[in-house]
């Protein structure tokens, strides 16, 4: 047998560290639960002849109190990188297979090639558009209030480089919260954002990766981290939860914080109704390929964020980051670094092939692209099988039954990418709203 704790946590990724974080400042006692030997869980940062390359997230966005408390308070803030301000404004698209910025301004909107004069000219009339009452898909709630070329254009490859997602599956009350809530609070998304102004967040990562910040949560819970140990079973005993290990162990607590993927929980969550809900959630895969590239060798120059590709475009490739670009502390001196993604809902069995075919496949596009020719100085590959969770139309009923678990099972909390919010930040922040709760218990 083993020990009572006010709080079991499930999971040792951003999540897990993060609750553990905000629960040590009240002094609470908790024991966190990692089943591999690494903390992190989708937050992985590699040093390979000196490029810092993401496996996983490859910024965190500056977007909430939670986040700024965290990095501040865990004297973070003098690392704190920032993107180049004037190449991070830079993102594009193809557009005849050539990369064309996104539009930033209204000057640049008026004169860009992405959208047709047509086009243009119809996103004035979105104010006309009558607003939805009940959830849709974003292809057609964007369709809709904009036409299919901003869709398909700039929404689409936008979307499908967060989620790797298909946005005629993707709910827009999820996907598109921002725009969902101005179109329901004002009837139109134009007016809304004529009436609200908003600051867009700085993006940010560390010289080492964002791994700095796994590693700067973890020195001061290292005796509340039990690596190696997964969870095979949560019970419920009264008011108390029971969590069996692999070690055939069994603890008892007040407090759960579930931080796991969906398809982990599902198989040890004793509610067989929200178990077998949670294995409809779908997750795209991923391959990530990271190369390092000499600049002499590469004769159109990069100059901005990354690229992301549409439909149509029919490349192999989802987007590519241009990591050094607006970091260069992440690539040595005379040398680039990109990250490209492959997958998604989009091409998901090109995740099934061999990694050195697929890689030959991407790095020829590359190269043709960023008319590169010479050695590949660097090269990695990552492959998440099950990526990305994806918040589909059906999400909603999924959602329903999440909501009616944990209202029935007070002091458990999931606090995972697949409930509220799949980034860094929205994790953080759920982390000090579930933390809080239990410090006032």
């Known amino acids: 047998m083993g020990s009572h704790f006010n709080t079991i946590i499930i999971g040792a990724g951003i999540s897990g560290l993060s609750s553990a974080y905000f629960l040590s400042k009240k002094n609470k006692d908790f024991l966190i639960f990692e089943s591999s030997k690494y903390l992190g869980g989708t937050i992985k940062s590699k040093k390979i002849k000196n490029f810092i390359c993401e496996i996983g997230p490859n910024t965190v966005l500056m977007n909430n109190d939670s986040v700024k408390k965290i990095i501040k308070e865990n004297g973070l803030l003098n690392k704190v990188l920032y993107p180049d301000e004037k190449k991070n404004k830079n993102r594009y698209v193809l557009v005849n297979n050539n990369l064309t910025k996104i539009p930033t301004s209204f000057y640049e909107f008026l004169f860009s090639k992405i959208l047709s004069l047509k086009s243009k000219i119809s996103l004035l009339f ?39 997602g298909d946005t005629s599956k993707m709910s827009a009350r999820h996907c598109l919260k921002l725009l969902w809530s101005l179109e329901q609070n004002y009837g139109s998304v134009t007016m809304g954002l004529f009436k609200e102004k908003f600051k867009k967040p700085s993006s940010f990562n560390f010289p080492n990766g964002l791994g700095e910040l796994i590693t700067t949560l973890s020195v001061n819970l290292k005796e509340e981290i039990r690596l190696n140990t997964s969870v095979i079973k949560i019970s419920k005993h009264g008011d108390l939860y029971k969590i069996k290990t692999n070690d055939n162990r069994t603890y008892t607590c007040k407090n759960v914080i579930s931080t ?141 039954h999440i909501k009616s678990f944990l209202d029935k099972n007070t002091n458990f909390y999931i606090n995972s990418n697949f409930y509220r919010g799949i980034s860094v930040s929205d994790c953080i922040s759920k982390s000090e709203f579930i933390s809080k709760k239990i410090n006032r218990n």
């Open 126 to 164: 979105e104010s006309f558009a009558s607003r939805h009452t009940k959830n849709v898909t974003v292809a057609d709630f964007i369709k809709k209030r904009f036409g299919n070329e901003f869709h398909d254009n700039i929404i689409e490859p936008f979307l499908t480089g967060i989620y790797a």
């Open 260 to 400: 796991v993927p969906a398809f982990t929980l599902s198989k040890i969550l004793f509610d067989r109704k929200l178990s077998l809900e949670l294995k409809n959630i779908d997750y795209s895969p991923i391959d990530v390929f990271h190369f390092g590239l000499k600049k002499k060798n590469i004769r159109d120059k990069v100059n901005g964020f990354g690229l992301l590709t549409k439909k149509n475009d029919k490349k192999s490739f989802l987007g590519i980051l241009f990591n050094s670009s607006i970091f260069n502390q992440l690539a040595p001196k005379g040398f680039e670094l990109f990250t490209v993604l492959v997958g998604g809902q989009r091409n998901r069995n090109l995740c099934k092939l061999e990694p050195k075919l697929l890689q030959e496949i991407i790095l020829n596009e590359l190269n043709q692209l960023i008319n590169h020719s010479g050695p590949v100085y660097m090269s990695n590959h990552y492959r998440w099988k099950k990526g990305i969770p994806q918040y589909n139309l059906k999400y909603d009923y999924i959602e329903d």
